[in-house]
């Protein structure tokens, strides 16, 4: 019963318990685009900081939106972002985080974007 250890593999060949991916649902992804659409119809960008396998984008791509994606896995073929193979947060202090003590929080994107616990 609870002897073994359980694995859970992805279609890309990863244990998922080690990479702590878990997916977001597609209707959860669709009601939360619409919201933010709503919110702020006209924007342009999106970023999500652990893209995973681009289940929070399709409705922003179908919606014309610039998106660019970072995680620490490659999870294969992007169809929706302009993916970027890093972990965000050294991302982030390495590009943005003077900016951010020398003139305030700014950011370039419309929309930030995540998965959902």
Known sequence: MGRFEKVVV???GLNRRDTGYYSTPKFVAKYLTNELLKIKP???KVIDPA???EELLEDFFLNGKEIEGFDIIDYGEKRYSDFIQKDFIDYYIDRKL???FNSGFTTEHDYWIANPP
Request: hydrophobic share 15%; glycine share 16%.
């Open 42 to 44: 006209d924007g342009k």
């Open 51 to 53: 893209v995973g396998q």
């Open 98 to 100: 003077s900016d951010f």
């Open 10 to 12: 992805d279609h890309s």
